[in-house]
């Protein structure tokens, strides 16, 4: 080679050797950049010249070094793993959260009263009825306990109702990310496409758009495929989300009654425009055009246990839920009535959610207690007409006594419909338990006890072990308590399996300063080696021009 075309293979050196100190120090400048991904500058030879093609080996001379691009080191699968179990861990975490909230709610009310002292209290006051069932003390003490069971099974219904309205405020902002992580993703598939259409690679942008992907897997369960062109489409619960240009934005449908939202397909709906032009779907419209199918057996194997998304929407429910449901009546039914009851309804609406489980399981044992001990005054009322005593235990009409009374006549016996009757409230001596004779009525005060004490109840249709009052509640904080351990554990090993694919990704795609330091040395040398290799080509040249012009 000529000492002119040698100056050719010195500057491809320094070229290239400059353009991998570039890239190393970029390296260096996002080491604590969210979604870096280490980038490297692939090197090839430059073509050769062919001298002759002579036995036994063609005579060439190398041009040098060639700086062929600089690419990302990333995992696919890696990357592939690590989003399915990051969702799987997203799930679990709403649901030990969902749990814990519950657990706090049932041990704490706003005055630091734990609920099972209010019931407690209850029990405590019939036992000192039963010491003197004609003592205006313990009346007094019967009403207020009443009185202070129900405000506080009411607070306790009530923070568990606010606590779904939470969980559905945090759906709408689940379902924004999504609709603003897809139209990100599509607007970098454009920018990438465009970019990639040149020599250039979009590293950075591709660096984003791998971030908003994690974001995403989060969320819900993913499907995604890169093209040929650098374009990424990606599919949410099996449903194109970003394809060909488009994104299939995500749409809530809010219930009328409860205002509890729907994410839905708009692209699946069958909605229609009102006459100012508006987009109007109803619960019909929607029916083929759901996001997540949440009647689906929750289970690993299958994969419908990934994205926070679906766990919020799971825990929360879809409407408030009653004691009716745990007997399969559905929440428009008449219990009394035989023939409106849906067998399966408690599990296939009520037993996955979280929320609504224990919504219908303590509002069976508050519906229990109260018509239980209504029952009991009506029939000691009712049997002492019969002996001809047609005034004890009732009112002015004629009507026996109820310790309890709806707050809309003709409702359910629910959490959210009881109160302690106001006439006794501010006389409790009305209830007596004084017969004519003057004798006071053990029997009735035995009635409440037993009320109290007889095991013949059980937390929900999947649970054969009879209870009384106090090991219902005992057992329903024992439920979550157990459920709350069990999920805690797949926490746990979700977060063990998703630090450990992080971690193994970050082997190959995260920026060691270390590696890096070292690689800025190989490539300074290297341009040093370059740079000597020209000097020495440049002393040659010069002397031989020197010679020559002597």
Request: charged share 25%; proline share 3%; with cysteine.
């Amino acid at each position: 080679m000529s000492l002119m075309g040698s100056f050719w293979t010195g500057v491809s050196g320094l070229q290239t050797s400059n353009n991998a100190l570039n890239t190393t120090a970029h390296n260096m400048s996002n080491l604590d950049t969210e979604g870096y991904t280490r980038q490297q500058v692939a090197q090839g030879t430059r073509p050769y010249v062919t001298i002759s093609k002579g036995s036994p080996n063609w005579k060439q001379l190398g041009l040098g070094v060639n700086y062929s691009l600089t690419r990302q080191e990333r995992d696919y699968f890696l990357d592939l793993n690590y989003r399915r179990e990051s969702g799987r861990s997203a799930f679990y975490d709403v649901s030990v959260a969902t749990l814990e909230e519950i657990e706090y709610i049932l041990g704490e009310s706003n005055e630091g009263h734990e609920f099972s002292e209010s019931l407690t209290n209850f029990w405590t006051s019939i036992q000192e009825l039963g010491k003197d069932p004609t003592s205006s003390v313990n009346q007094n003490l019967f009403v207020t306990r009443a009185y202070e069971f129900v405000n506080r099974a009411s607070a306790v219904y009530t923070s568990l109702c606010q606590y779904q309205d939470n969980l559905n405020r945090n759906i709408v902002k689940e379902v924004n990310n999504i609709n603003k992580y897809a139209q990100e993703i599509e607007e970098l598939n454009r920018r990438i496409v465009s970019i990639e259409a040149g020599p250039e690679r979009a590293n950075d942008l591709r660096d984003r758009r791998n971030l908003l992907l994690d974001k995403l897997a989060r969320l819900g369960n993913i499907t995604y495929r890169e093209n040929e062109a650098g374009y990424v489409s990606v599919r949410f619960e099996d449903v194109d989300l970003v394809q060909g240009g488009l994104v299939n934005e995500m749409k809530l449908y809010t219930d009328p009654e409860t205002g509890f939202y729907t994410p839905y397909w708009r692209m699946l709906a069958k909605g229609s425009y009102d006459e100012k032009g508006n987009y109007v779907v109803t619960e019909k419209d929607i029916e083929g055009a759901k996001v997540f199918d949440l009647s689906r057996e929750i289970s690993s194997d299958l994969n419908t246990d990934i994205g926070s998304l679906k766990s919020m929407l799971l825990a929360r429910g879809d409407h408030r839920a009653t004691y009716k449901e745990i007997q399969d009546y559905p929440p428009d039914a008449d219990p009394s009535d035989p023939s409106q009851k849906v067998e399966g309804w408690y599990n296939n609406n009520i037993s996955q959610s979280i929320v609504m489980n224990i919504q219908a399981e303590f509002d069976q044992l508050i519906h229990h207690i109260v018509t239980k001990i209504n029952d009991i005054l009506r029939e000691t009322a009712d049997e002492a007409k019969e002996a001809g005593d047609t005034e004890y235990l009732r009112d002015e009409n004629g009507d026996p006594y109820q310790m309890f009374v709806k707050s809309v006549e003709g409702d359910d016996w629910t959490v959210s419909n009881i109160m302690v009757n106001s006439v006794l409230r501010q006389n409790p001596s009305l209830l007596e338990f004084r017969k004519e004779e003057h004798s006071e009525d053990i029997p009735a005060i035995e009635k409440l006890k037993k009320a109290f004490e007889e095991k013949i109840y059980t937390l929900n249709p999947n649970v054969e072990t009879p209870l009384s009052f106090s090991d219902y509640y005992k057992n329903l904080v024992a439920q979550v308590a157990n459920t709350g351990s069990v999920n805690r554990g797949i926490q746990a090993g979700q977060v063990a399996a998703t630090d450990t694919l992080l971690y193994a990704r970050e082997q190959v795609v995260g920026v060691s300063s270390e590696e890096e330091l070292t690689s800025m040395i190989k490539f300074q040398n290297a341009y040093n080696a370059s740079s000597r290799y020209i000097n020495v080509v440049d002393e040659m040249l010069e002397h031989i021009l020197t010679t020559l012009g002597r």
